[in-house]
């Protein structure tokens, strides 16, 4: 069993900051690629950053420049510092990771987790 744990969200004005935090826990064998989505009311459920094991990063375009991707593999954790915030990156966050659990008896699976989300609102 594997939980992702999002923390970090809140209510920020524009040109404010966050940093969102997002913790794997469980039977984790090993963690590949992590990431973070966001779905914004009434639109589709979005990429904004994601981050390989080895630190490699992609963004958003509508990000870029502004937000920052980065990992604790010690701590099984993925972190996303969101600078400049614009109203229109008000949405719920989501983290997902692709994971590979054992169940200590050589039996392997891999499989996408997300977590449960945290709301961000950029208002005045």
């Known amino acids: 069993q594997v939980q992702l744990v999002e923390s970090g969200g809140g209510l920020v004005q524009p040109g404010g900051s966050l940093r969102l935090s997002c913790a794997a826990s469980?039977?984790?064998?090993?963690?590949?690629?992590m990431g973070w989505y966001r779905q914004a009311p009434g639109k589709q459920r979005e990429l904004v950053a994601a981050i390989t094991s080895s630190g490699s990063t992609n963004y958003a375009d509508s990000v870029k420049g502004r937000f920052t991707c980065s990992r604790d593999n010690a701590k099984n954790t993925v972190y996303l510092q969101m600078s400049n915030l614009k109203p229109e990156d008000t949405a719920v966050y989501y983290c997902?990771?692709?994971?590979?659990?054992?169940?200590?008896?050589?039996?392997?699976?891999?499989?996408?987790?997300w977590g449960q989300g945290i709301q961000v609102t950029v208002s005045s």
């Open positions: 997902n990771a692709d994971i590979s659990t054992s169940n200590g008896l050589g039996l392997f699976r891999r499989s996408v987790y």
């Open positions: 469980g039977s984790i064998f090993s963690l590949y690629a």
